[in-house]
Protein backbone atom coordinates (compact mmCIF):
# COMPACT_ATOMS: atom_id res chain seq x y z
CA UNK A 1 0.00 0.00 0.00
CA UNK A 2 1.43 3.34 -1.19
CA UNK A 3 1.57 5.69 1.70
CA UNK A 4 2.14 9.26 1.90
CA UNK A 5 3.51 10.78 5.60
CA UNK A 6 4.34 14.25 5.69
CA UNK A 7 6.01 16.02 9.18
CA UNK A 8 5.50 18.13 11.14
CA UNK A 9 1.74 18.14 11.00
CA UNK A 10 2.24 21.59 12.70
CA UNK A 11 5.11 24.31 12.31
CA UNK A 12 4.86 27.76 13.78
CA UNK A 13 7.65 30.32 12.71
CA UNK A 14 8.81 33.78 13.13
CA UNK A 15 9.12 35.93 10.13
CA UNK A 16 12.63 35.47 8.79
CA UNK A 17 12.97 32.14 9.24
CA UNK A 18 14.03 29.17 7.59
CA UNK A 19 11.71 26.33 7.15
CA UNK A 20 11.56 22.60 6.12
CA UNK A 21 8.24 20.77 5.78
CA UNK A 22 9.22 16.98 4.97
CA UNK A 23 7.55 14.29 3.11
CA UNK A 24 7.99 10.37 3.18
CA UNK A 25 6.60 8.09 0.44
CA UNK A 26 6.63 4.22 0.47
CA UNK A 27 6.48 3.31 -2.63
CA UNK A 28 8.83 4.43 -6.09
CA UNK A 29 7.18 7.39 -7.85
CA UNK A 30 7.14 9.15 -11.25
CA UNK A 31 6.49 12.22 -9.73
CA UNK A 32 6.22 13.85 -6.77
CA UNK A 33 3.64 17.21 -6.29
CA UNK A 34 4.01 20.16 -3.91
CA UNK A 35 0.45 22.32 -3.10
CA UNK A 36 0.13 25.20 -0.70
CA UNK A 37 -3.52 25.31 0.33
CA UNK A 38 -4.47 29.19 1.73
CA UNK A 39 -7.64 29.61 4.21
CA UNK A 40 -10.82 29.39 2.34
CA UNK A 41 -9.81 26.26 0.50
CA UNK A 42 -7.59 27.34 -2.76
CA UNK A 43 -4.94 24.68 -3.99
CA UNK A 44 -1.79 26.21 -6.27
CA UNK A 45 0.44 23.74 -7.50
CA UNK A 46 3.92 24.58 -6.05
CA UNK A 47 6.35 22.00 -7.80
CA UNK A 48 6.27 18.80 -9.23
CA UNK A 49 9.53 16.66 -9.40
CA UNK A 50 11.02 13.39 -10.16
CA UNK A 51 14.51 14.24 -9.51
CA UNK A 52 17.09 16.63 -7.84
CA UNK A 53 15.68 19.93 -7.13
CA UNK A 54 13.98 22.59 -8.21
CA UNK A 55 13.36 26.69 -7.17
CA UNK A 56 10.89 28.92 -7.54
CA UNK A 57 11.35 32.45 -5.25
CA UNK A 58 11.76 31.53 -1.80
CA UNK A 59 10.70 27.98 -2.15
CA UNK A 60 12.88 24.93 -3.00
CA UNK A 61 11.85 21.50 -3.61
CA UNK A 62 14.56 18.64 -3.22
CA UNK A 63 13.84 15.13 -3.70
CA UNK A 64 15.77 12.15 -3.17
CA UNK A 65 14.70 8.74 -4.78
CA UNK A 66 16.93 6.16 -2.72
CA UNK A 67 15.68 7.39 0.66
CA UNK A 68 11.92 7.99 -0.83
CA UNK A 69 11.65 11.61 0.76
CA UNK A 70 11.25 14.74 -0.19
CA UNK A 71 11.97 18.41 1.28
CA UNK A 72 9.82 21.72 0.75
CA UNK A 73 12.32 24.95 2.40
CA UNK A 74 10.97 28.55 2.44
CA UNK A 75 14.13 31.13 2.70
CA UNK A 76 12.92 34.20 4.40
CA UNK A 77 9.30 33.72 5.60
CA UNK A 78 6.88 35.78 5.75
CA UNK A 79 3.14 35.69 7.14
CA UNK A 80 1.70 35.77 3.50
CA UNK A 81 3.70 32.16 3.57
CA UNK A 82 0.79 30.97 6.40
CA UNK A 83 -0.95 27.93 4.80
CA UNK A 84 -1.00 24.20 4.66
CA UNK A 85 1.54 22.14 2.76
CA UNK A 86 0.79 18.94 0.90
CA UNK A 87 2.72 16.94 -0.88
CA UNK A 88 1.59 13.82 -3.21
CA UNK A 89 2.70 10.79 -4.94
CA UNK A 90 1.88 9.90 -8.75
CA UNK A 91 3.06 6.17 -9.28
CA UNK A 92 1.46 3.60 -11.48
CA UNK A 93 -1.91 6.04 -12.39
CA UNK A 94 -2.50 6.55 -8.49
CA UNK A 95 -2.28 10.18 -7.20
CA UNK A 96 -1.83 9.92 -2.82
CA UNK A 97 -1.82 12.72 -1.16
CA UNK A 98 -0.65 13.28 2.74
CA UNK A 99 -2.58 14.57 5.20
CA UNK A 100 -0.19 17.77 4.97
CA UNK A 101 1.33 20.87 7.30
CA UNK A 102 -0.32 24.08 8.65
CA UNK A 103 2.29 26.37 8.76
CA UNK A 104 1.92 29.44 10.40
CA UNK A 105 4.74 32.48 10.42
CA UNK A 106 4.34 35.25 13.05
CA UNK A 107 4.98 38.77 12.43
CA UNK B 1 -7.38 33.31 -11.18
CA UNK B 2 -6.36 29.72 -11.45
CA UNK B 3 -7.87 29.05 -14.88
CA UNK B 4 -10.74 26.34 -13.31
CA UNK B 5 -14.05 27.68 -12.05
CA UNK B 6 -16.23 26.02 -9.82
CA UNK B 7 -19.94 27.16 -8.85
CA UNK B 8 -21.51 26.72 -6.50
CA UNK B 9 -18.61 28.59 -3.74
CA UNK B 10 -21.22 27.38 -1.17
CA UNK B 11 -24.44 24.54 -0.95
CA UNK B 12 -26.52 23.45 1.38
CA UNK B 13 -29.01 20.75 0.55
CA UNK B 14 -31.32 18.51 2.76
CA UNK B 15 -30.61 15.00 2.37
CA UNK B 16 -33.44 14.35 0.11
CA UNK B 17 -32.34 17.20 -2.65
CA UNK B 18 -30.57 16.57 -5.63
CA UNK B 19 -28.20 19.31 -6.83
CA UNK B 20 -25.14 19.58 -9.18
CA UNK B 21 -21.14 20.80 -8.57
CA UNK B 22 -20.16 22.49 -11.88
CA UNK B 23 -16.55 22.36 -12.75
CA UNK B 24 -15.46 24.53 -16.07
CA UNK B 25 -11.57 24.94 -17.17
CA UNK B 26 -10.22 26.84 -20.47
CA UNK B 27 -6.84 25.70 -20.13
CA UNK B 28 -6.46 23.23 -22.64
CA UNK B 29 -6.37 20.12 -20.32
CA UNK B 30 -6.79 16.66 -21.08
CA UNK B 31 -7.46 15.43 -17.43
CA UNK B 32 -10.19 16.53 -15.14
CA UNK B 33 -10.68 15.20 -11.31
CA UNK B 34 -13.02 15.50 -8.44
CA UNK B 35 -11.41 15.78 -4.63
CA UNK B 36 -13.20 15.49 -1.82
CA UNK B 37 -11.62 17.16 1.62
CA UNK B 38 -12.91 16.27 4.96
CA UNK B 39 -11.63 17.78 8.32
CA UNK B 40 -7.93 16.88 9.01
CA UNK B 41 -8.17 13.86 6.37
CA UNK B 42 -6.20 14.24 3.20
CA UNK B 43 -7.17 15.12 0.04
CA UNK B 44 -9.28 11.91 -1.70
CA UNK B 45 -9.57 11.30 -5.14
CA UNK B 46 -13.05 10.85 -6.18
CA UNK B 47 -13.32 10.61 -10.27
CA UNK B 48 -10.72 11.53 -13.08
CA UNK B 49 -11.74 11.59 -16.66
CA UNK B 50 -9.03 11.90 -19.22
CA UNK B 51 -9.66 12.92 -22.52
CA UNK B 52 -13.02 12.92 -21.72
CA UNK B 53 -13.27 9.36 -20.50
CA UNK B 54 -13.49 8.12 -16.81
CA UNK B 55 -10.54 6.32 -16.19
CA UNK B 56 -10.48 6.06 -12.32
CA UNK B 57 -13.31 5.58 -9.82
CA UNK B 58 -12.35 4.84 -6.25
CA UNK B 59 -14.98 3.39 -5.28
CA UNK B 60 -17.99 5.90 -4.68
CA UNK B 61 -20.81 6.11 -3.12
CA UNK B 62 -23.58 5.82 -6.33
CA UNK B 63 -25.20 8.95 -4.76
CA UNK B 64 -22.20 10.88 -6.59
CA UNK B 65 -22.47 10.72 -10.56
CA UNK B 66 -19.85 12.31 -12.50
CA UNK B 67 -20.47 13.72 -15.64
CA UNK B 68 -17.87 14.79 -18.54
CA UNK B 69 -20.16 16.29 -21.38
CA UNK B 70 -16.74 17.45 -23.24
CA UNK B 71 -12.80 17.99 -22.75
CA UNK B 72 -13.48 21.73 -20.73
CA UNK B 73 -16.48 20.85 -18.19
CA UNK B 74 -16.81 18.46 -15.25
CA UNK B 75 -19.99 17.74 -12.97
CA UNK B 76 -20.87 16.22 -10.32
CA UNK B 77 -24.29 15.10 -9.62
CA UNK B 78 -25.51 14.92 -6.13
CA UNK B 79 -28.84 13.26 -4.96
CA UNK B 80 -29.76 11.28 -1.44
CA UNK B 81 -26.21 12.55 0.45
CA UNK B 82 -25.83 11.80 3.98
CA UNK B 83 -24.32 14.65 6.82
CA UNK B 84 -21.06 12.55 6.15
CA UNK B 85 -20.69 14.28 2.64
CA UNK B 86 -20.55 17.55 3.66
CA UNK B 87 -16.69 18.46 2.78
CA UNK B 88 -15.22 20.99 0.27
CA UNK B 89 -15.05 19.72 -2.99
CA UNK B 90 -12.51 20.40 -4.83
CA UNK B 91 -12.26 20.51 -9.17
CA UNK B 92 -8.73 19.98 -10.85
CA UNK B 93 -7.32 19.49 -13.92
CA UNK B 94 -3.75 18.84 -15.79
CA UNK B 95 -2.46 18.43 -19.27
CA UNK B 96 -1.67 14.87 -18.16
CA UNK B 97 -3.48 12.53 -15.74
CA UNK B 98 -0.66 12.65 -12.85
CA UNK B 99 2.56 13.57 -14.47
CA UNK B 100 2.04 17.22 -14.62
CA UNK B 101 1.31 20.11 -12.69
CA UNK B 102 -2.29 20.18 -10.95
CA UNK B 103 -5.13 23.86 -11.36
CA UNK B 104 -7.09 23.41 -8.95
CA UNK B 105 -10.31 25.37 -8.56
CA UNK B 106 -11.70 27.42 -5.06
CA UNK B 107 -14.03 24.32 -4.23
CA UNK B 108 -17.69 23.95 -3.43
CA UNK B 109 -18.31 24.34 0.52
CA UNK B 110 -21.54 21.54 0.56
CA UNK B 111 -23.35 21.02 4.23
CA UNK B 112 -25.78 18.45 4.15
CA UNK B 113 -28.48 19.01 6.92
Known amino acids: KNEVEQSPQNLTAQEGEFITINCSYS?????LHWLQQHPGGGIVSLFM???GKKKHGRLIATINIQEKHSSLHITASHPRDSAVYIC?????????FGTGTRLQVFP | ETGVTQTPRHLVMGMTNKKSLKCEQH?????MYWYKQSAKKPLELMFV???????ENNSVPSRFSPECPNSSHLFLHLHTLQPEDSALYLC????????????FGNGTRLTVT
Open chain 2, 92 to 103: ASSQVFGLSPLH
Open chain 1, 88 to 96: ADYNTDKLI
Open chain 2, 49 to 55: YSLEERV
Open chain 2, 27 to 31: LGHNA
Open chain 1, 27 to 31: VGISA
Open chain 1, 49 to 51: LSS
